[in-house]
């Protein structure tokens, strides 16, 4: 079953439902890192729920970059999604491990339970819209929660799940963020939060099979599927990218790359992909960026 993200309409069209089977997204990300279990969770959470939002951008090209900074050993947790469906993302230190007296994984506690959630959405725009909350408890789900209601003001059900073998393998992946629209009734308000206190852990629901489709149309039996997006792991690094993240160098920097090392290796840190840069290289780089300065001055 490949991994898909879902947008309806439920509860007679006043509550907006984005859910996501990501498994194999997920797997692709921990197979990349070859990451502990409790790191794999809390990173695919936070790819989940980054794609789920980023599926609501109209252009390929857009963007959103979701940055958790808590007082947790796992470090800054960085995701990016774009509107193609591409997500990727990576964390400081990605080999701990932490479990709760229950066996669960203890995400929470890599995270931590102080400090921030940012997201910045760049949709083309002169400035990205960006909102910025406390962490609730580190637990991923809880946190965006708090960030739709108190940075975009949108009360929301957000539940996402990654389910970890014994080797660390994945074994599924899902998510979903249901959010009251405008003008949503009391009962409506009522019925979601009953749905939210019943519902069963996501990981539960993609280990049983099901699609993002039949998740929603179980949960909400009113469900309306307004598009279906893909999900997928994929960097997009290349060494034509990285070339123009050298042309912002200070042409000091990039004479002391010259001389001194001869030559430049660039890792990303996505996938781990390694992209080298000969001193010709660098001294063309060094060229261009000197042409383009001299024409600014000129015009």
């Known amino acids: 079953m490949k991994d898909e993200i879902v947008i309806a309409e439920a509860m007679n069209q006043e509550v907006r439902i984005h859910a996501a089977r990501s498994t194999d997204t997920v797997k692709a990300m921990q197979e990349a890192f070859d990451s502990s279990a409790t790191c794999t969770a809390a990173l695919g959470r936070v790819l989940t729920v980054t794609g ?16 958790i900074r808590g007082n947790g050993p796992i470090g800054t947790v960085i995701a990016e999604g774009d509107g193609a469906g591409n997500v990727r993302g990576t964390a400081d230190n990605m080999n701990l491990y932490a479990s709760r007296e229950d066996g669960h994984l203890d995400v929470g506690r890599i995270v931590g339970n102080s400090g921030t959630l940012q997201v910045a959405k760049d949709m083309g725009l002169r400035e990205p819209f960006t909102g910025t909350v406390e962490l609730a408890s580190g637990e991923i789900g809880e946190d965006f929660a708090r960030y739709f209601a108190v940075s975009e003001q949108t009360p929301s059900v ?3 799940g990654v389910l970890v073998g014994t080797d660390s393998s994945v ?10 629209l405008p003008g949503a009734s009391e009962e409506t308000i009522s019925a979601l939060e009953k ?3 019943t519902m069963r852990p996501m990981s539960e629901y993609m280990k049983e099979g099901y699609s993002a489709e039949e998740l929603v149309k179980h949960l ?9 997006k893909p999900l997928r792991w994929h960097c997009g690094c290349s060494k034509e990218g990285f070339q123009r993240a050298l042309l912002t160098l200070k042409k000091e920097d990039l ?5 001194e090392d001869g030559g430049a290796e660039i890792v990303c840190r996505y996938c781990g992909n390694k992209y080298l840069f000969s001193k010709d290289d660098l001294e063309e780089i060094l060229k261009t960026k000197t042409d383009v300065e001299h024409k600014k001055r000129n015009d």
Request: glycine share 6%; proline share 0%; net charge negative.
């Open 171 to 180: 074994l599924a992946a899902g998510g979903m963020i249901a959010q009251l």
């Open 220 to 228: 909400f039996s009113d469900a309306e599927i307004l598009a279906k």
């Open 158 to 160: 957000v539940s996402v």
């Open 255 to 259: 004479r002391d790359m010259i001389e």
């Open 52 to 67: 789920l939002m980023a599926s609501d951008l109209k252009r390929d090209e857009e963007h959103v970059r979701v940055r």
């Open 195 to 197: 749905l939210a206190g």
